[in-house]
């Protein structure tokens, strides 16, 4: 088994998993290189889980103990280390490096490189019949309500934004004043929550999908991870892998991801949105709302 198989098979056993299994998941997910390199004693340590917990892990996935499921993770930073010594300009410096013996180009080179493998990631075969089923949901749902907090709002407010071009049933949660469940009041079945977060996860968008889950409303989760919390009770879930070699992660392939989903959303809708387009877009002209710049030329007419 590589790498890549293990955390499929986890994925699949995702479900299946304790909440302490879960996180214990996770973080083989997530820090792999923590995972290969430290003690099962520490590793437990730094995730506040009891050591038991990585071994009854190892052997729910099928394997005589811990040892072996980390031998994967050892192999995987091997080939990746192997891999990095190839492209030498790429590598991170080191931690006693100053930001002048930084040369400016690498770290754009390697957040582009990080991102291009995410793109391919969230826009894999794979995951198409989801956002398919994504925006089947959206499309039939009665009411939309879209839940970010933090960095994650700038996406729901771009898809909400994008998608009030042409249908008007879609309610963007902002949480001011600590109302970000409020607007879930008023769900129930046949209406659809789309959640976003990465990890770390923001607590009260996990709370917001559990209370609208227990309303009716189909629950559509955005995320880095199929062992994400909350993707166990969501209908849909959207993959899209946010971790670069920066302090922060990027939303460049989740928002890639909603940029499909905004599309396949109108599509689906027909007519009735290429008319509303149209409305909106004699809305906008009455409004002045763009400046446009001059073709080319007319300045020197």
């Not at 930001?99 to 291009?116: L, N, S």
Request: net charge neutral.
């Amino acid at each position: 088994m590589n790498y890549d198989q293990l955390i499929a098979l986890l994925r699949d056993k995702a479900a299946t998993l304790s909440p302490q299994l879960r996180r214990a998941a996770m973080a083989l997910e997530a820090h792999r290189d923590d995972v290969a390199l430290l003690s099962m004693r520490e590793l437990a340590r730094q995730c506040e889980l009891p050591p038991a917990t990585f071994s009854r892990l190892a052997r729910t996935l099928g394997f005589d103990d811990f040892a072996a499921l980390r031998a994967i993770c050892v192999e995987q930073v091997r080939a990746q280390a192997d891999g990095f010594a190839q492209r030498a300009s790429t590598l991170a410096p080191g931690d006693a490096a100053t930001p002048d013996e930084v040369e400016p180009a690498g770290d754009m080179r390697r957040i582009g490189q990080a991102i291009a493998t995410h793109l391919d990631a969230a826009f894999s075969a794979d995951h198409a019949p989801s956002l398919e089923r994504a925006a089947q949901v959206l499309h039939g749902a009665r009411r939309v309500v879209l839940l970010g907090a933090r960095s994650c709002l700038a996406l729901t407010h771009f898809l909400g934004y994008a998608t009030h071009l042409f249908d008007d049933k879609v309610i963007v949660s902002y949480g001011a004043g600590n109302t970000m469940a409020d607007p879930l009041r008023f769900v129930e079945a046949g209406d659809a929550v789309l959640a976003v977060t990465f990890d770390p996860y923001t607590r009260e968008i996990i709370e917001s999908m559990a209370y609208a889950r227990a309303r009716g409303a189909t629950l559509i989760f955005l995320t880095d991870s199929a062992l994400a919390p909350g993707a166990d009770a969501a209908d849909v879930v959207l993959l899209a892998p946010v971790a670069i070699p920066s302090f922060f992660h990027s939303l460049a392939a989740p928002l890639a991801l909603l940029d499909a989903l905004v599309l396949r959303w109108f599509r689906l809708a027909g007519p009735a949105a290429l008319e509303r387009l149209a409305q909106t877009d004699t809305q906008l002209r009455q409004a002045r709302a763009y400046v446009r710049a001059p073709r080319r030329g007319a300045l020197s007419d």
